[in-house]
């Protein structure tokens, strides 16, 4: 790593505009942060007081609740900061520290999706095994190795980036550190580096999005096979909620990372890393909570236990 990249101050652009345009895009995107926080934190609370959702579904829930708080978490605070300071500044180490992070918390969300497409395609098209093979211990080792393969799979990328000379300008234009404005800022001939990430990235986000479709392919076939209209509809219902998710997420990041060498403005890159960085984080609670009867019930137990109020959400 070059000596001299460790006292580099990045800049941050962000968005452009006047000072009160910055203070109401500060209040909007803390509305969002702290719906989102608290969205998430109701759902793995929700799950983790109701003996009834203790099952391999919720488990998996309740894991990606809690990494889209962490995911947000890396890059909004920092945006926010930045709407009220004259300069949003950064140190090269934290700017790289955002970076890890951002990236390992999403390909540990990548390959949770994953996990929770094979546990539904085990629900529905496997029924009866699907307790002994999905058994505790099974999802917990599910989960560690997403946790363990997300936060082990960007080191070697982001340390390339890291080696790499910046000689200035030190501007980024975008909200947070990504990947493709630091390459570009870069002294360094980086054209290798920039193949290795654009493979290593390329290679996570297509094999975890083909492994869930294949096995929401099986589901499908499975439940047009169910002869009865009403449990065609039960199954699809303990799935669609992630189905909807997996489509939002990987829209989006495929988009932004698996797409062809041709240059995008990095103002369209801003608003499409506002999406799945910000909105998608928000939408998800919304997703399963609205959608899941099982999680509603939750909600209404601990609302009336903690307030005992009338039973006003029948």
Same mark, same amino acid.
């Given at each position: 790593?070059?000596?001299?990249?460790?006292?580099?101050?990045?800049?941050?652009?962000?968005?452009?505009?006047?000072?009160?345009?910055?203070?109401?895009?500060?209040?909007?995107?803390?509305?969002?942060?702290?719906?989102? +926080?608290?969205?998430?934190?109701?759902?793995?609370?929700?799950?983790? @007081?109701?003996?009834?959702?203790?099952?391999?579904?919720?488990?998996?829930?309740?894991?990606?609740?809690?990494?889209?708080?962490?995911?947000?978490?890396?890059?909004?605070?920092?945006?926010?900061?930045?709407? +009220?300071?004259?300069?949003?500044?950064?140190?090269?180490?934290?700017?790289?520290?955002?970076?890890?992070?951002?990236?390992?918390?999403?390909?540990?969300?990548?390959?949770?999706?994953?996990?929770?497409?094979?546990?539904?395609?085990?629900?529905?098209?496997?029924? +009866?095994?699907?307790?002994?093979?999905?058994?505790?211990?099974?999802?917990?080792?599910?989960?560690?190795?997403?946790?363990?393969?997300?936060?082990? *799979?960007? +080191?070697?990328?982001?340390?390339?980036? $890291?080696?790499?000379?910046?000689?200035?300008?030190?501007?980024?234009?975008?909200?947070?550190?990504? $990947?493709?404005?630091?390459?570009?800022?870069?002294?360094?001939?980086?054209?290798?580096?920039? *193949?290795?990430?654009?493979?290593?990235?390329?290679?996570?986000?297509?094999? $975890?999005?083909?492994?869930?479709?294949?096995?929401?392919?099986?589901?499908?076939?499975?439940?047009?096979?169910?002869? @009865?209209?009403?449990?065609?509809?039960?199954?699809?219902?303990?799935?669609?909620?992630?189905?909807?998710?997996?489509?939002?997420?990987?829209?989006?990041? *495929?988009?932004?990372?698996?797409?062809?060498?041709?240059?995008?403005?990095?103002?369209?890159?801003?608003?499409?890393?506002?999406?799945?960085?910000?909105?998608?984080?928000?939408?998800?609670?919304?997703?399963? @909570?609205?959608?899941?009867?099982?999680?509603?019930?939750?909600?209404?137990?601990?609302?009336?236990?903690? @307030?005992?109020?009338?039973?006003?959400?029948?």
């Amino acid at each position: 790593m070059d000596e001299k990249n460790q006292t580099m101050i990045f800049i941050l652009l962000g968005f452009p505009g006047h000072w009160y345009l910055h203070v109401l895009l500060f209040n909007f995107f803390l509305v969002i942060y702290i719906l989102t +926080l608290a969205g998430n934190v109701i759902i793995i609370l929700v799950i983790f @007081s109701n003996p009834h959702l203790h099952k391999p579904m919720y488990f998996f829930i309740g894991n990606f609740s809690f990494l889209e708080i962490w995911y947000t978490t890396a890059t909004v605070p920092k945006m926010l900061a930045g709407f +009220l300071a004259e300069k949003n500044m950064i140190s090269f180490t934290a700017c790289f520290v955002q970076l890890y992070f951002f990236f390992s918390l999403g390909a540990t969300e990548s390959l949770v999706l994953t996990a929770m497409g094979y546990d539904r395609y085990l629900a529905i098209c496997n029924p +009866l095994r699907y307790s002994t093979i999905m058994n505790s211990r099974v999802c917990t080792n599910l989960a560690v190795s997403c946790w363990a393969a997300g936060f082990t *799979i960007y +080191l070697l990328p982001i340390s390339l980036i $890291a080696s790499l000379h910046f000689c200035g300008p030190n501007e980024i234009n975008h909200f947070f550190c990504d $990947a493709g404005p630091l390459l570009e800022l870069s002294c360094s001939e980086a054209h290798l580096t920039e *193949i290795i990430c654009y493979t290593y990235t390329s290679i996570l986000i297509l094999s $975890a999005f083909l492994l869930t479709m294949v096995s929401y392919i099986y589901i499908i076939l499975t439940i047009l096979r169910i002869p @009865s209209t009403s449990g065609r509809q039960k199954a699809f219902s303990t799935c669609a909620s992630h189905l909807i998710v997996v489509i939002i997420f990987y829209a989006a990041i *495929i988009f932004m990372y698996v797409r062809s060498k041709a240059k995008y403005p990095f103002d369209l890159d801003k608003v499409v890393g506002i999406f799945y960085a910000i909105l998608v984080p928000l939408l998800n609670p919304l997703i399963y @909570s609205l959608r899941n009867k099982e999680v509603i019930k939750g909600l209404r137990k601990i609302v009336h236990r903690k @307030s005992r109020l009338p039973n006003f959400l029948d």
